[in-house]
Every structure is written in structure tokens, then in C-alpha cells.
């Protein structure tokens, strides 16, 4: 029996996480469905997103990618932020404190519309310079990690 994307869609509305990683692991086989229907590609990295997503239950069918908001996962144990955060373009409001996160990726930048950026309590050692494209940027929590130096790009963000 042959999986529609529709299908996998239902079941990545699932509480079972094998039926979450099932559809997962299918969605290589309609890869054009799903780029029709997230505007992504399908590969790793978008994999990568949609599990840190579902896994923290950040996501849903109702706000794909591209109409996420807010994500607030404080205190989930999280250690690496997807690379691919930046295909949520809509995102405003980020909350990733009391987390393990070592890193933030470079293209944190890509979040043009993110206002407010939580990333305190964490073992963040570097910066990205690109944090400094974030323009709309009004509140930018980095307390309590270890970072050893600031990226000369964020004292040029014009609304923090």
C-alpha cells in the first residue's frame, strides 16, 4: 500500500513518535508534494528542522514553516539550533533559554522579522556576525553562557 503525502501529513498530527518518524522518513518519496506544499526542499537539513520542531512540539499543520510565529522552548534540554531556522521566515519571537546549546548557527540571520531573541541560560561560546542582520531585533537575552566576545554587528542593530 502506497503512502499519500496526505497521509503523512495526518500522521505527523500523531502523538506517536513512530508514526511522526514514519512520515518523516517518507516524505523523500514526494518531494515535489512537499515542496509545493512547504515551499522547501526535501533534504537532511529540512529534515533536520522538522524534527527539532514536532520534537518539542513546535509545530503543526496549521503553521507550516513559513507561518510559525513564536517558538518558545525553554528548559527542553535542547543542545543545537537547525541550521535551516532561518526558513521560518515569519518568525518573531524566539525563547531557546535553560537549554544546552553550545552554538547558534549562522543563519539566525535570515530571520528578518524576529523581534525577540532568548538565548540566556545556555553554553553559548561565539556570536554569529550575522545576528546583525537582524533589523527588527528589539530584545536580545544572552546572559549566563559563555561567550567570549560580541559581534561588533549587534551595537549597530537599530531597534535594540
Not at 27 to 35: R, V
Request: hydrophobic residues 40%.
Amino acid at each position: 500500500m502506497t503512502t499519500t503525502f496526505q497521509d503523512l501529513l495526518e500522521l505527523l498530527k500523531s502523538k506517536n513518535k513512530t508514526d511522526i518518524e514514519n512520515a518523516l522518513s517518507q516524505f523523500q518519496y514526494h518531494q515535489e508534494a512537499f515542496k509545493n506544499y512547504f515551499a522547501l526542499d526535501w533534504n537532511e537539513d529540512t529534515q533536520e528542522l522538522m524534527n527539532f520542531l514536532i520534537e518539542n512540539k513546535a509545530w503543526s499543520r496549521k503553521a507550516p514553516f513559513v507561518k510559525i510565529k513564536k517558538i518558545s522552548l525553554k528548559l527542553k534540554a535542547i543542545q543545537k539550533i537547525p541550521k535551516m531556522i532561518g526558513k521560518l521566515k515569519n518568525l518573531e519571537f524566539l525563547c531557546l533559554s535553560d537549554n544546552q546549546i553550545q552554538s547558534i548557527p549562522k543563519e539566525i540571520g535570515e530571520l528578518k522579522k524576529l523581534k525577540t531573541l532568548y538565548l540566556d541560560s545556555n553554553e553559548i561560546q561565539n556570536i554569529p556576525k550575522e545576528i546583525g542582520k537582524l533589523q527588527n531585533l528589539t530584545l536580545l537575552v544572552l546572559k549566563y553562557n559563555n561567550i567570549k566576545e560580541i559581534p561588533q554587528e549587534i551595537a549597530e542593530l537599530p531597534k535594540l
